[in-house]
């Protein structure tokens, strides 16, 4: 009993504190202070009606003229403003858009499945929205003015600036159509950009129209090129189907997607083998032996070291390069060929830190004809979003709430059954104390008595206030990870999220997916085809029954 009278005696001195200070306050204590400064617990201030980071300029908000976008010659579009515009966040209207996007159309719809493109060039791998090393990546090998680029596909998805990557690409092509070629990629699809961010982007930043013409030019995209005479270049791989580098031009290109199975599908989609650089000739042309179904995208095939040395001696080529796979450095170079001694397959990669955690650096091939430069780079600065391009209003309103509602609780669970029934004399003082508080709502006061509960009906009242009250937390911190995205960080600890992450922040977070292996292993659920709508459904479906069951719990019992 003496403990539980200290504890109502600190409980009390709590909330007399609290009183005190809204009675200071009603007094007129702190009125002269400046509403629109705040001062974090480092004794900084703020001012809350100017930007935080002031050397970040504000994005700019003006639609460029058609003459000052098209002031190119033969009004074509001008690529280098472009580019200046949207470093900025500069948007374009509508109708630009859709002009640049059919305007590429035009001119990809011409080019064969099967391109042929000479060297000096440089060839890139996969960009996926990071339109800000997409620059960087200009700056370091070259101006399309004077340079020659073979894009090996996947401008879009996981980034936040994809219809940026995408329209600036295009404007280049518009104005180099002999010098710069655009392949596809897996993602330059229906079906993954509606699964994954390029669709939201497009809705959240422009209209329905962007993404229906951003479709279109996905279909007319080009699909292989032989560079140089001397390399197969693709976004994925090759396939069983493929026999002679002539049965790409067989293919219907023309498709805002691709089919599940068959050559089309696995030049975007096929994986060399994990064991390529360990497997050696055996002399066999069984496909079942060269080809192995692809578990980690759930469709299309690996290749094996043989099945790519059989495809390089029949078509009299020289190597692979393709892209579709992060590598840590940027690049990877395979087993060289018994041939010629040169690397049989080669992997380029051109976002740097994919998706913000992979710490990886990009890297792109330049190839005058007869040697090889690599050239590597690290991520560039970029403007933070949230998630699915939230505003920070609706993204913080679970992290409130769930503060707001354990404050809550704490004040509920202040005194315990045995209390409820008691009266310290400290408690009088509080109560004292609540008088001397001035009340604005004292005219407005109910003159109907309130009924008296009985010390039994008031415990089972305030117990049913504290149940519904947790099962309102349950809720909101379900929400809360949802906003932290912490599923990532979940698959790395086993399902398991680490203690004090999320309250530690971002920085936690971050220090948690330390590793290039560990960011690839946790996001490889998210590098293959995705589910389908049954499959999506079905999901939600079971995720909300388990949302149900964690907020209607019991909670564990504190005795």
Same mark, same amino acid.
């Given at each position: 009993?003496?403990?539980?009278?200290?504890?109502?005696?600190?409980?009390?001195?709590?909330?007399?504190?609290?009183?005190?200070?809204?009675?200071?306050?009603?007094?007129?204590?702190?009125?002269?202070?400046?509403?629109?400064?705040?001062?974090?617990?480092?004794?900084?201030?703020?001012?809350t009606t100017e930007r935080v980071v002031k050397d970040v300029p504000l994005p700019s908000l003006v639609i460029p003229s058609d003459e000052e976008l098209f002031s190119n010659e033969n009004s074509l579009p001008n690529y280098k403003f472009l580019r200046d515009h949207f470093k900025g966040e500069g948007k374009l209207s509508i109708n630009q858009i859709v002009k640049i996007l059919r305007m590429a159309i035009e001119i990809l719809s011409k080019e064969p499945n099967l391109l042929s493109v000479p060297a000096p060039i440089?060839?890139?791998?996969?960009?996926?929205?990071?339109?800000?090393?997409?620059?960087?990546?200009?700056?370091?090998?070259?101006?399309?003015?004077?340079?020659?680029?073979?894009?090996?596909?996947?401008?879009?998805?996981? %980034?936040?600036?994809?219809?940026?990557?995408?329209?600036?690409?295009?404007?280049?092509?518009?104005?180099?159509?002999e010098t710069f070629f655009l392949l596809r990629g897996n993602h330059e699809s229906k079906y993954m950009t509606s699964y994954f961010s390029f669709k939201n982007e497009c809705l959240h930043k422009y209209t329905s129209l962007v993404y229906k013409e951003s479709l279109k030019s996905f279909g007319s995209l080009p699909l292989c090129a032989i560079m140089n005479e001397q390399f197969f270049c693709c976004h994925g791989g090759i396939s069983p189907k493929l026999n002679d580098v002539d049965d790409i031009n067989k293919i219907n290109r023309f498709s805002e997607n691709f089919p599940s199975s068959g050559l089309f599908s696995d030049l975007l989609w096929a994986d060399p083998h994990p064991d390529y650089d360990d497997q050696d000739i055996k002399g066999t042309t069984d496909n079942n032996l060269l080809y192995e179904e692809n578990v980690d995208r759930n469709c299309s095939y690996y290749f094996s070291y043989e099945a790519a040395s059989n495809f390089l001696a029949k078509?009299?080529?020289?190597?692979?390069?393709? +892209?579709?796979?992060?590598?840590?450095?940027?690049?990877?170079?395979?087993?060289?060929?018994?041939?010629? %001694?040169?690397?049989?397959?080669?992997?380029?990669?051109? +976002?740097?830190?994919?998706?913000?955690?992979?710490?990886?650096?990009? +890297?792109?091939?330049?190839?005058?004809?007869?040697?090889?430069?690599?050239?590597q780079f690290e991520a560039s600065p970029s403007p933070f979003h949230l998630p699915k391009f939230m505003s920070v209003f609706p993204w913080s309103i679970p992290f409130v709430a769930e503060k707001t509602l354990e404050?809550?609780?704490?004040?509920?669970?202040?005194?315990?059954?045995?209390?409820?029934?008691?009266?310290?004399?400290?408690?009088?003082?509080?109560?004292?104390s609540l008088d001397e508080v001035p009340d604005k709502a004292e005219s407005a006061a109910a003159t109907e008595p309130v009924p008296t509960l009985s010390p039994f009906e008031a415990r089972q009242a305030l117990r049913r206030k504290i149940l519904s009250i947790g099962r309102m937390s349950r809720m909101f911190n379900i929400l809360?990870?949802?906003?932290e995205k912490v599923e990532q960080l979940k698959s790395l600890a086993g399902g398991i999220l680490p203690r004090g992450v999320l309250v530690s922040g971002p920085d936690a977070i971050n220090d948690e997916i330390n590793s290039f292996e560990k960011a690839r292993l946790a996001d490889l659920k998210n590098e293959g085809l995705p589910p389908t709508e049954e499959e999506i459904e079905k999901r939600k479906q079971e995720r909300e029954k388990e949302i149900i069951e964690y907020v209607n719990q019991e909670p564990e019992s504190s005795n």
């Amino acid at each position: 009993m003496e403990y539980k009278q200290r504890k109502a005696h600190e409980n009390s001195l709590k909330i007399e504190n609290a009183l005190r200070a809204v009675k200071e306050r009603n007094n007129g204590d702190g009125l002269n202070q400046d509403p629109t400064i705040w001062i974090n617990e480092k004794g900084e201030s703020f001012k809350t009606t100017e930007r935080v980071v002031k050397d970040v300029p504000l994005p700019s908000l003006v639609i460029p003229s058609d003459e000052e976008l098209f002031s190119n010659e033969n009004s074509l579009p001008n690529y280098k403003f472009l580019r200046d515009h949207f470093k900025g966040e500069g948007k374009l209207s509508i109708n630009q858009i859709v002009k640049i996007l059919r305007m590429a159309i035009e001119i990809l719809s011409k080019e064969p499945n099967l391109l042929s493109v000479p060297a000096p060039i440089c060839v890139v791998g996969d960009i996926h929205g990071q339109f800000y090393d997409l620059c960087k990546l200009f700056e370091i090998c070259g101006d399309p003015d004077k340079t020659s680029f073979l894009f090996l596909g996947d401008y879009v998805d996981r %980034g936040d600036y994809s219809i940026e990557c995408l329209l600036l690409l295009y404007t280049m092509k518009i104005n180099h159509p002999e010098t710069f070629f655009l392949l596809r990629g897996n993602h330059e699809s229906k079906y993954m950009t509606s699964y994954f961010s390029f669709k939201n982007e497009c809705l959240h930043k422009y209209t329905s129209l962007v993404y229906k013409e951003s479709l279109k030019s996905f279909g007319s995209l080009p699909l292989c090129a032989i560079m140089n005479e001397q390399f197969f270049c693709c976004h994925g791989g090759i396939s069983p189907k493929l026999n002679d580098v002539d049965d790409i031009n067989k293919i219907n290109r023309f498709s805002e997607n691709f089919p599940s199975s068959g050559l089309f599908s696995d030049l975007l989609w096929a994986d060399p083998h994990p064991d390529y650089d360990d497997q050696d000739i055996k002399g066999t042309t069984d496909n079942n032996l060269l080809y192995e179904e692809n578990v980690d995208r759930n469709c299309s095939y690996y290749f094996s070291y043989e099945a790519a040395s059989n495809f390089l001696a029949k078509n009299n080529l020289l190597s692979i390069i393709r +892209a579709h796979q992060a590598q840590q450095s940027g690049f990877r170079m395979y087993k060289n060929t018994l041939t010629n %001694g040169f690397p049989s397959l080669i992997t380029l990669f051109s +976002a740097p830190n994919y998706c913000g955690s992979y710490g990886n650096k990009a +890297a792109a091939l330049i190839y005058d004809g007869n040697v090889f430069n690599i050239r590597q780079f690290e991520a560039s600065p970029s403007p933070f979003h949230l998630p699915k391009f939230m505003s920070v209003f609706p993204w913080s309103i679970p992290f409130v709430a769930e503060k707001t509602l354990e404050i809550l609780l704490a004040v509920l669970n202040i005194c315990t059954e045995d209390e409820l029934g008691e009266e310290t004399p400290v408690a009088r003082e509080v109560a004292k104390s609540l008088d001397e508080v001035p009340d604005k709502a004292e005219s407005a006061a109910a003159t109907e008595p309130v009924p008296t509960l009985s010390p039994f009906e008031a415990r089972q009242a305030l117990r049913r206030k504290i149940l519904s009250i947790g099962r309102m937390s349950r809720m909101f911190n379900i929400l809360r990870e949802e906003s932290e995205k912490v599923e990532q960080l979940k698959s790395l600890a086993g399902g398991i999220l680490p203690r004090g992450v999320l309250v530690s922040g971002p920085d936690a977070i971050n220090d948690e997916i330390n590793s290039f292996e560990k960011a690839r292993l946790a996001d490889l659920k998210n590098e293959g085809l995705p589910p389908t709508e049954e499959e999506i459904e079905k999901r939600k479906q079971e995720r909300e029954k388990e949302i149900i069951e964690y907020v209607n719990q019991e909670p564990e019992s504190s005795n």
